[in-house]
């Protein structure tokens, strides 16, 4: 099993810039992919953006030219940098990996972005 663990996160004004990162501890041999899904109130949770372990991207059309999720292969973290923050970015992110084909979430970190 692996586990997610979050850090990063808090409250900035739209504009602003946010770095969250995300390290996988426990078994991290056979990760297939690390990113980020999110979920704002009486929404269903979304991907944000996510990487493999061979490089490739995945990002939300929301999100495209503002976040960048990156990965520390080495030290199995994950990071999502965030710039040019808008208030409908506002919701809990979930650092999410993929092991096996099993999902694992971290308990999520709340970004707050005000108008």
């Known amino acids: 099993q692996v586990q997610p663990v979050e850090s990063g996160g808090g409250l900035v004004q739209a504009g602003g810039s946010l770095r969250l990162s995300c390290a996988a501890s426990?078994?991290?041999?056979?990760?297939?992919?690390m990113g980020w899904y999110r979920q704002a109130p009486g929404k269903q949770r979304e991907l944000v953006a996510r990487i493999t372990v061979g490089g490739s991207t995945d990002y939300a059309d929301s999100v495209k030219g503002r976040f960048t999720i990156s990965r520390d292969g080495a030290k199995n973290w994950v990071y999502l940098q965030m710039n040019s923050l808008k208030p409908e970015d506002t919701a809990v992110y979930y650092c999410?990996?993929?092991?096996?084909?099993?999902?694992?979430w971290g308990q999520g970190t709340q970004v707050t972005v005000s108008s």
């Open positions: 999410n990996i993929v092991r096996w084909s099993t999902d694992y």
């Open positions: 426990g078994r991290i041999f056979g990760i297939n992919s």
